[in-house]
Protein backbone atom coordinates (compact mmCIF):
# COMPACT_ATOMS: atom_id res chain seq x y z
CA UNK A 1 0.00 0.00 0.00
CA UNK A 2 1.45 3.28 -1.20
CA UNK A 3 1.39 5.75 1.26
CA UNK A 4 2.65 9.55 1.35
CA UNK A 5 2.50 10.68 4.81
CA UNK A 6 3.40 14.45 5.95
CA UNK A 7 4.21 16.20 9.15
CA UNK A 8 5.44 19.50 10.45
CA UNK A 9 3.06 21.96 9.96
CA UNK A 10 1.88 24.65 11.76
CA UNK A 11 1.51 28.20 13.07
CA UNK A 12 4.33 30.43 13.03
CA UNK A 13 4.93 33.78 13.13
CA UNK A 14 6.13 35.60 10.15
CA UNK A 15 9.85 35.40 9.67
CA UNK A 16 9.92 32.12 11.19
CA UNK A 17 10.60 28.40 10.25
CA UNK A 18 8.94 25.31 10.12
CA UNK A 19 10.64 22.03 8.79
CA UNK A 20 7.76 20.08 6.86
CA UNK A 21 8.60 15.72 6.54
CA UNK A 22 7.07 13.39 4.19
CA UNK A 23 8.24 9.77 4.89
CA UNK A 24 6.89 7.66 2.13
CA UNK A 25 6.11 3.46 1.74
CA UNK A 26 4.75 1.24 -0.63
CA UNK A 27 6.94 2.19 -3.57
CA UNK A 28 10.71 2.44 -4.45
CA UNK A 29 11.20 5.60 -3.32
CA UNK A 30 14.64 6.32 -4.79
CA UNK A 31 13.19 6.17 -8.30
CA UNK A 32 10.94 9.09 -7.73
CA UNK A 33 11.41 12.79 -8.10
CA UNK A 34 9.40 13.79 -5.11
CA UNK A 35 7.37 17.36 -5.05
CA UNK A 36 6.22 20.08 -2.70
CA UNK A 37 3.07 21.61 -3.55
CA UNK A 38 0.44 23.95 -1.88
CA UNK A 39 -2.96 25.45 -1.96
CA UNK A 40 -3.83 28.26 -0.30
CA UNK A 41 -7.49 29.12 -0.11
CA UNK A 42 -9.06 30.43 -3.52
CA UNK A 43 -6.14 29.43 -5.20
CA UNK A 44 -5.15 26.96 -7.23
CA UNK A 45 -2.54 24.36 -6.17
CA UNK A 46 1.07 25.34 -7.18
CA UNK A 47 4.18 23.50 -7.23
CA UNK A 48 6.75 24.80 -4.79
CA UNK A 49 9.82 23.04 -4.99
CA UNK A 50 10.83 19.73 -6.50
CA UNK A 51 13.89 16.97 -6.22
CA UNK A 52 14.90 14.55 -8.72
CA UNK A 53 15.58 11.06 -7.91
CA UNK A 54 19.40 10.84 -6.97
CA UNK A 55 18.74 14.78 -4.88
CA UNK A 56 21.60 15.98 -6.94
CA UNK A 57 19.07 18.16 -8.50
CA UNK A 58 17.00 20.51 -7.30
CA UNK A 59 13.97 23.44 -8.80
CA UNK A 60 11.84 26.07 -6.81
CA UNK A 61 9.15 28.45 -7.18
CA UNK A 62 10.63 31.89 -7.63
CA UNK A 63 8.21 32.72 -4.67
CA UNK A 64 10.27 30.56 -2.38
CA UNK A 65 13.64 30.57 -3.76
CA UNK A 66 16.19 31.46 -1.32
CA UNK A 67 13.80 30.45 1.57
CA UNK A 68 12.61 27.02 0.72
CA UNK A 69 15.12 24.00 0.80
CA UNK A 70 14.23 20.79 -0.44
CA UNK A 71 16.11 17.97 0.61
CA UNK A 72 15.48 13.84 0.72
CA UNK A 73 16.92 11.03 2.93
CA UNK A 74 16.99 7.80 0.62
CA UNK A 75 17.76 5.54 4.09
CA UNK A 76 14.35 6.80 5.46
CA UNK A 77 12.36 7.02 2.13
CA UNK A 78 11.75 10.57 3.55
CA UNK A 79 11.59 13.60 1.90
CA UNK A 80 11.89 17.35 3.55
CA UNK A 81 11.03 21.21 3.06
CA UNK A 82 12.75 23.22 5.15
CA UNK A 83 11.02 27.14 5.24
CA UNK A 84 12.84 29.84 6.21
CA UNK A 85 11.88 33.79 6.38
CA UNK A 86 8.29 32.71 6.33
CA UNK A 87 5.71 35.06 5.27
CA UNK A 88 1.48 35.38 5.53
CA UNK A 89 1.41 34.50 1.55
CA UNK A 90 3.21 31.33 2.88
CA UNK A 91 -0.34 30.04 4.29
CA UNK A 92 -1.26 26.50 2.56
CA UNK A 93 -2.11 23.62 2.91
CA UNK A 94 1.37 21.89 1.68
CA UNK A 95 1.03 18.15 0.03
CA UNK A 96 3.69 15.97 -0.85
CA UNK A 97 3.61 14.10 -4.16
CA UNK A 98 5.43 11.88 -5.92
CA UNK A 99 6.35 11.36 -9.55
CA UNK A 100 7.88 8.19 -11.58
CA UNK A 101 6.02 5.71 -13.30
CA UNK A 102 2.93 6.36 -11.62
CA UNK A 103 1.79 9.78 -9.31
CA UNK A 104 1.34 9.37 -5.23
CA UNK A 105 0.06 12.35 -3.26
CA UNK A 106 0.09 12.80 0.55
CA UNK A 107 -3.46 14.11 2.90
CA UNK A 108 -1.65 17.87 3.24
CA UNK A 109 -0.51 19.17 6.20
CA UNK A 110 -2.30 22.78 7.12
CA UNK A 111 0.89 25.73 6.92
CA UNK A 112 -0.46 29.09 8.93
CA UNK A 113 2.02 32.17 9.05
CA UNK A 114 0.64 35.06 11.13
CA UNK A 115 1.48 38.18 10.57
Known amino acids: QVQLVESGGGLVQAGGSLRLSCAAS????????MNWYRQAPGKERELVAS????????DYADSVKGRFTISRDAAKDTVYLQMNSLKPEDTAVYYC????????WGQGTQVTVSS
Open 51 to 58: ITSTGRST
Open 97 to 104: AARGTRSY
Open 26 to 33: GFTFSTYT
